[in-house]
């Protein structure tokens, strides 16, 4: 069976345009969390969110194209630029009709979406809507901006699996090389959900934290005193590559994508399970999946989306999984810094799963004061500060309304 490694990643989130500006900020344990610039959120409970500070890309798209494009794609497109950079595939020696793109996502083009209807609505009901309403607005269409601008001809097209959309994508590309479909899979996700519509109904279903006093400190994973979680937006991808052919163009390989596990908690639309049985599936599933066993896990990058219930149920289905080896299994929660990316939380998680272990860094979970009673305190969650540890595999969960679960396996590579 063919392997498959990571040679690029590229990232732009609430705390960098790059990933090593993000990492940098990510291992300092900063919160992306401040007030909301997007919309007035005079009459919203939540008034608060993880943005991307400073957006411009010019240096990626042409200002006229940026403008046919939902944020969201304009995130995807800057993302793969620097992973693309960062691979340093050589576009004119690569067969194109071998390189594919799954880019997903969440939410779409759901701003867009907002002002057109808005418009709409407000105009006398007149159907004059923009010409470029559809093609910016609909969840495929970052996938195929991608392969449009490189000229990828391999296979193309979006992933939905709400919060757990981007790690299912990489799955999804690690079955493609497995099975030698292709030869390179540009994946990721990308997400600009904090609009009035999004907050609005997240709000509604009291999922948001509403510490806005301090939202800094609102994302607290594993804490007793979370609320809820911090809306986030931006976009990571990675380039999946077959080995033999990453070794032939001589890539720079950060390590290899081992295995994937999906399963669904089949319980309710919105709650994870309380005895976290879909997540313990996922993870046993990918484990197998990798022929590697629960002691060989070093790190663990957690969902931990600072919810009352889903922290508890991750947390049990941990215990579950990692039993008799809590004690060398190091957890964390980048959802503390970045806030939840929804559909591209996945796909930024793994980066930090691949930079813990390049580095030999886990970033800390922060703003764990006080641990929720009902979690294990024998679970190594990397309160508030960073921590040096050789990591030679890291798993990466990930859990979506409908009950989706999946967790991707990252390891050292050796040859």
């Not at 799963?353 to 294990?376: F, R």
């Not at 009950?403 to 050292?412: A, I, M, P, S």
Request: aromatic content about 6%.
């Amino acid at each position: 069976m063919k392997r498959a490694v990571i040679t690029g990643i590229g990232a732009i989130t609430p705390l960098g345009h790059t990933v090593e500006e993000t990492w940098k900020n990510l291992v300092a344990g900063k919160s992306g969390a401040g007030p909301i610039t997007h919309f007035d959120t005079t009459l919203y409970k939540t008034k608060f969110a993880c943005e991307v500070k400073d957006f411009d890309p010019s240096n990626c798209i042409d200002s006229k194209e940026a403008r046919k494009m939902d944020l969201y794609t304009q995130y995807a497109l800057v993302a793969t630029d620097e992973c693309l950079k960062d691979s340093a595939l050589d576009l004119e020696s690569t067969d194109l009709n071998r390189v594919g793109v799954i880019l997903a996502t969440g939410m779409g083009g759901i701003k867009t979406f907002e002002d057109e209807i808005s418009s709409y609505a407000t105009g006398g009901r007149v159907p004059r809507f923009n010409p470029f309403f559809i093609t910016k607005m609909i969840p495929n269409i970052a996938a195929g901006q991608i392969s449009i601008k490189y000229g990828f001809h391999g296979i193309s097209y979006s992933m939905a699996s709400a919060c757990a959309s981007s790690n299912n994508a990489i799955g999804s590309a690690l079955d493609l090389i497995r099975l030698g479909r292709a030869d390179i899979i540009v994946v990721g996700g990308a997400e600009a959900g904090i609009t009035e519509s999004s907050l609005g109904g997240f709000s509604s279903m009291k999922a948001l934290s509403t510490y806005n006093d301090t939202p800094e400190t609102a994302s607290r994973p594993f804490d007793k005193t979370r609320d809820g979680f911090v809306a986030g937006e931006g976009a990571g991808v990675l380039m999946v590559e077959e080995l033999e052919h990453a070794i032939k163009r001589g890539a720079k390989i950060y390590c290899e994508l081992a295995g994937f596990g999906a399963a669904s908690d089949a319980y309710h639309v919105a709650a994870t399970h309380p005895e976290g049985l879909g997540a313990i599936l996922a993870m046993q599933t990918a484990l197998e999946d990798s022929g590697l066993k629960p002691e060989d896990v070093n790190y663990i990058n957690a969902h931990a989306t600072s919810t009352p219930v889903g922290d508890i149920s991750e947390c049990k289905a941990i215990e579950k999984v990692f039993a008799g080896h809590l004690d060398t299994v190091h957890i964390s929660a980048t959802k503390s810094m970045l806030g939840h990316l929804l559909g591209a939380a996945g796909a930024v998680e793994a980066i930090a799963c691949i930079k813990a272990i390049e580095t030999g860094v886990i970033h800390p979970s922060i703003n764990l004061v006080e641990l929720e009673p009902e979690i294990n305190p024998n679970l190594n969650l990397t309160p508030n500060k960073a921590l040096k540890l050789d990591v030679n595999v890291a798993i990466n969960n990930t859990f979506g309304f409908g009950g989706h679960t999946c967790t991707t396996v990252f390891k050292k590579f050796n040859s």
